[in-house]
Nanobody, 124 residues
Framework: QVQLVESGGGLVQPGGSLRLSCAASGGTFSLYIMGWFRQAPGKEREFVAGISRSGGITYNGDSVKGRFTISRDNARNTVYLQMNSLKPEDTAVYYC?????????????????WGQGTQVTVSL
């Protein structure tokens, strides 16, 4: 059973950048599809980005296309989310998630393992 710990959140000004990290332990990392989701107050959890087990396939949510990039390092058991050109509407708690299988990235109900979340606030 894999455990996930996110880091890298914080306060950033509009137009700035942050890189989130998610360290996995307790499982064979390369067997898991990984995803990033976010949830703002009063809103449903939203798909941000997903990456295949090898890292060769990635998907982005519509609201972050061209600004956010997901990547993974299977040797370090870590998945990253590089966030550029941040906007106030990107403010949310960001969660890392893992699922077994080979298909399906966008539905949070498909993911069985979640981190505790890290807060990202975009504001002047």
């Amino acid at each position: 059973q894999v455990q996930l710990v996110e880091s890298g959140g914080g306060l950033v000004q509009p137009g700035g950048s942050l890189r989130l990290s998610c360290a996995a332990s307790g499982g064979t990392f390369s067997l898991y599809i990984m995803g990033w989701f976010r949830q703002a107050p009063g809103k449903e959890r939203e798909f941000v980005a997903g990456i295949s087990r090898s890292g060769g396939i990635t998907y982005n949510g519509d609201s972050v296309k061209g600004r956010f990039t997901i990547s993974r390092d299977n040797a370090r058991n870590t998945v990253y989310l590089q966030m550029n050109s941040l906007k106030p509407e990107d403010t949310a708690v960001y969660y890392c998630a893992a699922r077994l299988g080979t298909m399906g990235y966008r539905d949070p109900k498909e993911y069985g393992y979640w981190g505790q979340g890290t807060q990202v606030t975009v504001s002047l």
